[in-house]
């Protein structure tokens, strides 16, 4: 999204809005164009709107449904490397082997002929740094590493990036992370490696809920798992669930689909009505 706003704003003269629904980790803080991030949308402002990453209406978080009978946007455009609803109207750009979305923003930003700026090149490089597990996923291509290639080339700010995602953690992160890790289950049966956060969890802790991320693909690294889950209790009663695989005969996107979820083969995620009940070092959900 960064990425974009950067090319369209700068490159194209355009005026461009950005909205995400939900907190946005600090530890993206570093990122180009970051504080002009707002988590308000009113669409009646521009005349188009594009969807990035999110493959649906529904999945921006804006909205509670992808079958909308609405006269706005004039034209919708949506740019993913999911599959996206059939429900979901206007011009789509998908490519299901792309690494990511940014891969996708800098294939165009080539057709466009358009110099990408140092600054474009580091939200870009995040973006297919994060989606790849740092470039560890079989999601990553020779197109990628291409790709990633290309923005170093025009500057992207690599340190920044590995301080910023990868090495920075807090004591309050890490006191999070060895909470979650010890009361973590191995089912032999499914393979499944799963844990939970409570809310209480990271008031004890003194963690807010952006020292989750990166948390799941840890547990994901346990020796025989082939999927792992990890359910987090949210502050308005739902339970969020974030499931991680890298192996190829497991498609967690139909296990979150059938949770009401919904994402990707190798990452997907659900929301459902609940809280977790614990006991020592045992678990429930209720």
């Not at 792309?98 to 923003?105: D, K, N, P, R, V």
């Not at 009663?237 to 990707?264: C, I, M, P």
Request: proline share 2%.
């Amino acid at each position: 999204m960064l990425g974009l706003y950067g090319i369209l704003s700068h490159q194209f003269g355009m005026g461009v809005g950005l909205s995400a629904s939900g907190d946005i980790p600090q530890a993206y803080a570093y990122l180009p164009y970051f504080f002009r991030l707002s988590d308000g949308f009113d669409p009646l402002k521009f005349d188009t709107v594009v969807i990035l990453d999110c493959s649906g209406w529904i999945r921006t978080g804006f909205f509670d449904s992808d079958e909308l009978n609405i006269d706005w946007p004039e034209r919708l455009v949506v740019i993913d490397h999911h599959a996206v609803q059939s429900l979901t109207p206007g011009l789509h750009l998908v490519d299901s082997t792309a690494s990511s979305t940014s891969e996708l923003i800098w294939r165009l930003a080539k057709e466009w002929k358009v110099p990408v700026t140092k600054e474009v090149a580091t939200c870009l490089l995040t973006g297919i740094s994060f989606d790849t597990g740092s470039f560890q996923h079989d999601n990553t291509s020779s197109a990628t590493f291409q790709a990633a290639a290309g923005l170093m080339e025009v500057g992207a700010g690599l340190n920044k990036i590995v301080s910023g995602i990868y090495l920075g953690k807090s004591i309050a992160r890490l006191k999070l992370w060895g909470k979650v890790l010890q009361r973590l289950k191995y089912d032999y049966n499914r393979k499944l490696s799963v844990s939970v956060v409570t809310q209480q969890d990271l008031k004890n802790c003194g963690a807010s809920s952006d020292d989750i991320e990166g948390l799941v693909n840890l547990m994901n690294t346990v020796p025989g798992t082939k999927f792992t889950l990890l359910l987090t209790e949210e502050r308005d009663g739902q339970l969020k669930g974030s499931f991680r695989t890298e192996d190829n005969s497991v498609d967690v996107a139909k296990l979150a689909k059938y949770l009401g979820g919904g994402g990707h083969k190798k990452a997907a995620g659900f929301s459902l009505q609940g809280e977790i009940d614990i006991d020592g070092d045992n678990w429930k959900v209720i």
